[in-house]
């Protein structure tokens, strides 16, 4: 089911004009060694997005993380070193639309890359 859903996801992202670059970006990656990230999509060099063990997970603003954690629809992200990531989480939740939430963390992480983050 995940693969399906991570199709559809890209699918959207090409149908979309000013997004299909990512996913032509994403799917010329698939044909390099395999490295960290290379399962991600990716917005000025930045990942937002990505498949890990068959669940998305995707780069929020903090807040927006932390809701979904509280509500039950994600689980903080932990990239295997036991420290979990603030503002990455993974989707838990089979109702939730992956490309609502990809086009969430794209619109976030495009707009950090911009702007100068706060200091924390």
């Known amino acids: 089911m995940s693969d399906q859903k991570f199709a559809a996801l890209l699918a959207a992202f090409a149908a979309d004009p000013e997004l299909a670059p990512i996913v032509e970006a994403f799917e010329a990656g698939k044909q390099q060694r395999r490295k960290f990230g290379s399962n991600g999509l990716k917005v000025n060099g930045r990942i937002f997005a990505m498949l890990v063990r068959g669940n998305l997970v995707v780069k929020l603003p903090r807040s927006r993380a932390e809701a979904l954690v509280a509500s039950g629809q994600g689980e903080p992200f932990d990239p295997g070193h036991g420290r979990k990531m603030k503002e990455w989480v993974t989707v838990s939740s089979p109702t939730l639309s992956w490309v609502d939430l990809a086009r ?17």
């Open 104 to 120: 969430e963390a794209h619109d976030f992480v495009a707009a950090s890359a911009v702007s100068p983050r706060a200091v924390r």
